[in-house]
């Protein structure tokens, strides 16, 4: 036993590979066997990354042209992807006062936007009344191994979230055969755009399995409604949230306007990061103003209110995000809603969160490319609101332009205080309006291009750690956009972004530049994990004989 003990470690020391043995010890068994022959590294090797995704989907219901829609001229949308202008005139119009075939083409029922009395008789409705659900998208099923209602903001990348929607008509999903969540109802929560002076109501019909509320960030209102009731949306002062199934509505009339926020006040800390957030804009007073009261999904404001008109070429609203995974995975972990209550409230602990996705309307790199470009012309001005909705800063940054901040939270910079310039920080809940100016002056702009708009910290422009990712997307002139929407390029092949293997790390970083040279996978080395193989038998068996021969030894003696 003994010996065969010792040709087993023997065999072990011999099978160690020789790089791991200390610098003497080589240098000796060297001396004594002499150096091995130089064996080739193995070849490297490609990795399949699978079919890219379409780029850009055909728009095969021609939502990205202009057109007139119950007398609502909506303007043509250049990016690949573009809202549904059905809905865009309904909710200009008020769904209760559109033709039931452009209700239908919306997807909105009829009491999703009421827009009733024009009080002070300058042309436009002065009463609206907006009704809100509570959907939650990406969530765990009973029935599936995978999640339901699916919203993904970047390939294969699917965080469960919950968002204030649109009040719809018939299915959460595409269709039957699909998981995917229908085009109306996803990330980010609609921004929601009013006129000073009008006397508004939300209605929240809490659709959901949590407590909600709405609390308007920056919006005028007054703290008890009409009936004596809490109306600021904040459980701790104000009311008893919003019960699964049951509804609330909230009363304001804002005297000022400007861009500000909203978002549920239950569990804060957690439910405005869950997606209960959105743009809440008051637009300034004019005659015959008819607003985009929602903004699905946020980004071009299709049909602007006049007193931007009368300043800017377009208008874009910026909804930034970033958040936590290990927060977002929990809907998608249980389906016992007691269960979620317990793990999102009194286990989850918000002080060690790490923000893993950023995300811009939505979406990451690369489908921010689809939606969320900001697209221009030469000598345009354009009008950016940017709500930061994440838990931490963003340095937002314009390739190609410095960009001159006119208001922050709402309220208007001073003329002779304003600045200009390329890097602006956005904190936790600021707002700030943009202006970008086109002329080509090398100051504010250098020139028609697809430029970069990012938030500059190195995390922001990441997936899970993956670059490019996170809230990357970009400038881009008019000229330098593709037919179909889709931005022209001089760089390297983007198919690789466009794989769930991308994103799930799998693909060597630049291995689409040069799929066989020295940027490919280095391959498995066989003869090496053979000899470790062989170690680890070797040393296990020694260390069996070890034992056997022990208990032998001690049992005779
Ligand atoms: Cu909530």
Not at 187 to 198: C, L, T
Not at 457 to 477: C, E, F, H, K, M
Request: net charge negative; proline share 6%; with cysteine.
């Amino acid at each position: 036993m003994r010996w065969l003990v010792l040709i087993a470690l023997i065999g072990a020391l011999l099978l160690v590979p020789s790089q791991w043995l200390p610098k003497d010890v080589r240098l000796q068994l060297a001396g004594w066997l002499g150096t091995p022959e130089y064996r080739r590294l193995p070849g490297a090797q490609a990795v399949r990354g699978g079919e890219p995704e379409d780029f850009c989907p055909d728009d095969l219901l021609g939502w990205r042209a202009a057109q007139i829609i119950e007398g609502v001229e909506i303007r043509r949308s250049p990016t690949c992807v573009a809202d549904n202008p059905y809905a865009v005139a309904a909710v200009v119009r008020g769904t209760n006062n559109v033709s039931q075939q452009t209700l239908l083409a919306s997807g909105l029922t009829p009491d999703a936007v009421e827009k009733g009395a024009d009080l002070d008789g300058d042309g436009d409705p002065d009463e609206i009344h907006i009704r809100l659900e509570v959907v939650e998208l990406n969530g765990g099923s009973p029935e599936l191994d995978q999640p339901t209602t699916q919203f993904a903001i970047a390939p294969g990348i699917r965080p469960g979230f919950w968002v204030f929607a649109p009040k719809l008509f018939g299915m959460a999903t595409e269709n039957f055969g699909s998981l995917k969540a229908r085009a109306m109802l996803r990330m980010p929560s609609p921004a929601i755009r009013v006129e000073q002076g009008d006397r508004v109501r939300i209605t929240l019909e809490n659709t959901h399995y949590m407590p909600h509320t709405i609390h308007f960030h920056g919006v005028d209102h007054p703290f008890l409604d009409e009936n004596g009731e809490g109306n600021d949306g904040v459980p701790i002062t104000s009311e008893i949230p919003v019960m699964p199934g049951s509804a609330r509505t909230y009363e304001l009339q804002p005297r000022q306007s400007g861009t500000m926020f909203y978002h549920c006040h239950v569990q804060p800390q957690v439910h405005i990061m869950m997606g209960l957030q959105g743009l809440f804009v008051v637009e300034e007073n004019r005659p015959n103003n008819w607003v985009q009261t929602l903004n699905i999904g946020a980004g071009h404001v299709r049909a602007p209110s006049v007193a931007v008109r009368e300043e800017f070429d377009r208008e874009y609203d910026l909804q930034y995000l970033d958040i936590d995974k290990e927060l977002h995975a929990i809907v998608q972990r249980y389906n016992d809603p007691r269960h979620i209550i317990e793990q999102m409230h009194r286990r989850y602990d918000i002080t060690d969160a790490r923000s893993d996705y950023f995300i811009l309307n939505g979406r990451s790199f690369p489908y921010t490319f689809r939606e969320s470009l900001v697209i221009t012309q030469p000598d345009e001005r354009v009008k950016l609101r940017i709500v930061n909705g994440g838990s931490t800063g963003i340095a937002l940054h314009t390739h190609g332009h410095k960009a001159t901040v006119t208001h922050f939270d709402g309220i208007a910079v001073e003329p002779a205080a304003r600045i200009t310039r390329d890097v602006v920080w956005i904190a936790s809940a600021q707002r700030v309006d943009l202006v970008l100016e086109t002329t080509d002056d090398g100051l504010h702009s250098y020139g028609s291009g697809v430029w970069l708009l990012h938030d500059h910290q190195g995390r922001g422009v990441t997936t899970d750690g993956i670059g490019p990712g996170g809230n990357l997307s970009a400038i881009v002139y008019e000229s330098f956009l593709g037919e179909n929407g889709w931005p022209s390029t001089f760089g390297v092949d983007w198919s690789p972004y466009f794989t769930e293997t991308y994103y799930k790390k799998e693909l060597p970083v630049w291995q689409a530049y040069d799929p066989l040279g020295m940027f490919a996978s280095p391959g498995t080395d066989g003869w090496l994990l053979l000899r470790l193989l062989g170690a680890a038998l070797l040393s296990g068996a020694a260390l069996a004989g070890t034992v056997v021969w022990l208990t032998r030894r001690r049992r005779t003696s």
